[in-house]
């Protein structure tokens, strides 16, 4: 189990240090960019060097968010005092800059996904938070740290992503009382909501289109499954990001309380997994090294994707016969 440090300590080894790098977990979603976006900003406007070091480029459909400070250069940080990975805690979440991250004279952890605590000097970790944001909100009013307009608009997509605009169970009061202080920071709620929500591209609408074509009802219609694969993508010239949210489509089908959504990417298969009203989806995905929450969890098959759909229908149909 982790020994969690008090955000008060956190703080004061941000403040103490010069040199700040920022690890989210590989392809970061909203809260992960947000989570380390509003941090690195409050940060730099506290006279520190802060970067975000990415694997990649913001993946398009969170370009619109405050990514100024993001980097793929590992060396813009000769040895930084202090390394954070946020959203993540565990080296296999971004093994590609796992060394650069050892090289943080103190190395600490920010994330609401329960985890061993493999690695790392400091940690805050929990499980209880809807969203890492939430986590940073709080570190930033302990610290007395300015929550300006910009990074109040960081935040709230971290919160609103990872609860589904406030709609997934674990939005939590707390997630309201934190979006009602960041909306009297002059957050533009329009432009977000239609960034994240309301800008669909065409090629997303002909990949789900497909995908949902190929779906499958398992365990009397309890369970729905599909898959995207990397030929798929290649006919309509698209991206795995043009698929993001079909796992959530998978999931709002009526009578569905499980859904699995199988993507191929350099010869494995990645997998998203949602639960509804009930269901553990976290409990298949360590099956396979995976994790997460109760409702939303994934994990990596290194296997053809024939293979990954049968493992996974398997899994989802034994589940409802314990």
Same mark, same amino acid.
């Given at each position: 189990?982790?020994?969690?440090?008090?955000?008060?300590?956190?703080?004061?080894?941000? +403040?103490?240090?010069?040199?700040?790098?920022?690890?989210?977990?590989?392809?970061?979603?909203?809260?992960?960019?947000?989570?380390?976006?509003?941090?690195?900003?409050?940060? #730099?406007?506290?006279?520190?060097? =802060?970067? /975000?070091?990415?694997?990649?480029?913001?993946?398009?459909?969170?370009?619109? +968010?405050?990514?100024?400070?993001?980097?793929?250069?590992?060396?813009?940080?000769? %040895?930084?005092? $202090?390394? $954070?990975?946020?959203?993540?805690?565990?080296?296999?979440?971004?093994?590609?800059?796992? *060394?650069?991250?050892?090289?943080?004279? /103190? &190395?600490?952890?920010?994330?609401?996904?329960?985890?061993?605590?493999?690695?790392?000097?400091?940690?805050?970790?929990?499980?209880?938070?809807?969203?890492?944001?939430?986590? =940073?909100?709080?570190?930033?009013?302990?610290?007395?740290?300015?929550?300006?307009?910009?990074?109040?608009?960081?935040?709230?997509?971290?919160?609103?992503?990872?609860?589904?605009?406030?709609?997934?169970?674990?939005?939590?009061?707390?997630?309201?009382?934190?979006?009602?202080?960041?909306?009297? &920071?002059?957050?533009?709620?329009?432009?977000?909501?239609?960034?994240?929500?309301?800008?669909?591209?065409? %090629?997303?609408?002909?990949?789900?289109?497909?995908?949902?074509?190929?779906?499958?009802?398992?365990?009397?219609?309890?369970?729905?499954?599909?898959?995207?694969?990397?030929?798929?993508?290649? *006919?309509?010239?698209? *991206?795995?990001?043009?698929?993001?949210? =079909?796992?959530? *489509?998978? #999931?709002?089908?009526?009578?569905?309380?499980?859904?699995?959504?199988?993507?191929? %990417?350099?010869?494995?298969?990645?997998?998203?997994?949602?639960?509804?009203?009930?269901?553990?989806?976290?409990?298949?995905? =360590?099956?396979?090294?995976?994790?997460?929450? $109760?409702?939303?969890?994934?994990?990596?098959?290194? +296997?053809? +994707?024939?293979?990954?759909?049968? $493992?996974? &229908? &398997?899994?989802?149909?034994?589940?409802?016969?314990?």
């Amino acid at each position: 189990m982790i020994s969690n440090s008090s955000l008060k300590d956190i703080g004061r080894m941000l +403040m103490e240090a010069e040199n700040i790098l920022l690890f989210p977990h590989t392809s970061p979603d909203g809260d992960a960019i947000g989570s380390c976006a509003a941090l690195c900003r409050a940060l #730099r406007e506290a006279g520190k060097t =802060v970067w /975000i070091l990415l694997d990649e480029p913001v993946t398009g459909y969170l370009a619109f +968010m405050d990514t100024e400070f993001c980097t793929e250069d590992k060396d813009i940080i000769g %040895k930084p005092d $202090v390394c $954070v990975c946020i959203d993540c805690s565990e080296e296999s979440r971004f093994p590609d800059r796992a *060394a650069k991250y050892r090289e943080g004279r /103190i &190395k600490l952890c920010l994330d609401h996904h329960v985890t061993s605590g493999s690695f790392g000097d400091y940690y805050y970790v929990d499980g209880d938070e809807a969203a890492t944001a939430q986590i =940073v909100y709080r570190l930033l009013v302990e610290m007395g740290l300015e929550i300006g307009k910009t990074t109040a608009e960081s935040l709230y997509i971290g919160i609103s992503t990872d609860t589904g605009s406030f709609r997934h169970s674990n939005t939590t009061a707390e997630s309201h009382l934190i979006a009602a202080q960041l909306f009297k &920071k002059g957050i533009d709620h329009t432009r977000i909501i239609v960034n994240l929500y309301n800008s669909v591209s065409y %090629k997303r609408v002909r990949m789900e289109s497909e995908i949902l074509s190929r779906m499958e009802l398992l365990a009397e219609g309890k369970a729905a499954i599909s898959c995207v694969t990397e030929e798929m993508l290649a *006919a309509e010239n698209a *991206a795995l990001e043009d698929c993001e949210g =079909v796992v959530d *489509a998978l #999931r709002d089908i009526r009578g569905v309380e499980l859904a699995a959504f199988l993507k191929e %990417k350099s010869g494995a298969v990645k997998v998203s997994l949602r639960a509804k009203s009930y269901g553990n989806v976290d409990e298949i995905a =360590v099956k396979f090294g995976g994790g997460g929450h $109760v409702k939303a969890a994934g994990c990596t098959l290194y +296997m053809s +994707m024939d293979e990954a759909m049968e $493992v996974m &229908k &398997k899994e989802l149909c034994d589940y409802w016969e314990r």
